[in-house]
Every structure is written in C-alpha cells, then in structure tokens.
Nanobody, 124 residues
Framework: QVQLVESGGGLVQAGDSLGLSCAASGLALRSFHMGWFRQAPGKEREFVSGISAGGDTIDYADSVKGRFTISRENARNTVYLRMNTLKPEDSGVYYC?????????????????WGQGTQVTVSS
C-alpha cells in the first residue's frame, strides 16, 4: 500500500521559515516525479513545486520562486520543501504528490498518489 505522509506544518508569523517533509512508503521514490501542492479554503488545489525523479529538474510556481526550495533524498524515500519568508497568502493545506515518469510537469490532473496534507498557517 502506497503512503505519502507529510509532516512539519504549523502556525508561524509572516517572514518566518518552515520545513515540510514527505515520507513515502510502498513505492520506490526514485521511480516517481514528486511535488507539493497547496489548497486554501474555498480555493482549488494549486501547484507549488515539483522535482524530477533524479532531482535534476525543478519547477516552482511563480508565487514561491526565490522563497521555497524543494529537494529529495531517494535513499530515504523522502521529499522536502523548505519555505522561507512566508506570507499569509502561503497559508493552506500542503499536499505531497507523486506522479509517474513521463508526466512532467506536475499538474493536479496527472498525480497518481496524494498525501493526506499538513496545515500551514501564516499570521500577519
């Protein structure tokens, strides 16, 4: 059974930093492109960042470029998202996502596996 388990969310103030982790089980992470999406109340789930299976290609939403950093450790079956200079508009539930090779860039419609999400709240 495939599981993606996010951790690291929480309540922070604007300008603070936060790190998210996604631990995968039941699959070999090296065979999947990985990414992060987020969803704010009343809004659609949106792409935040993606990283290719080998880690050589990375993509970010314009709204987080220069502030967020995605990385992965295939040996640990873990993906990370480092979030700096957080803004209130970064608040939402952050979901880890996995998609098959050949499905790049990551889009909400081509995700094979989703995590359960972790809440990030940024106060002003």
């Amino acid at each position: 059974q495939v599981q993606l388990v996010e951790s690291g969310g929480g309540l922070v103030q604007a300008g603070d930093s936060l790190g998210l982790s996604c631990a995968a089980s039941g699959l070999a992470l090296r065979s999947f492109h990985m990414g992060w999406f987020r969803q704010a109340p009343g809004k659609e789930r949106e792409f935040v960042s993606g990283i290719s299976a080998g880690g050589d290609t990375i993509d970010y939403a314009d709204s987080v470029k220069g502030r967020f950093t995605i990385s992965r450790e295939n040996a640990r079956n873990t993906v990370y998202l480092r979030m700096n200079t957080l803004k209130p508009e970064d608040s939402g539930v952050y979901y880890c996502a996995a998609t098959f090779l050949g499905s790049w860039p990551l889009q909400r419609t081509n995700i094979k596996y989703w995590g359960q999400g972790t809440q990030v709240t940024v106060s002003s």
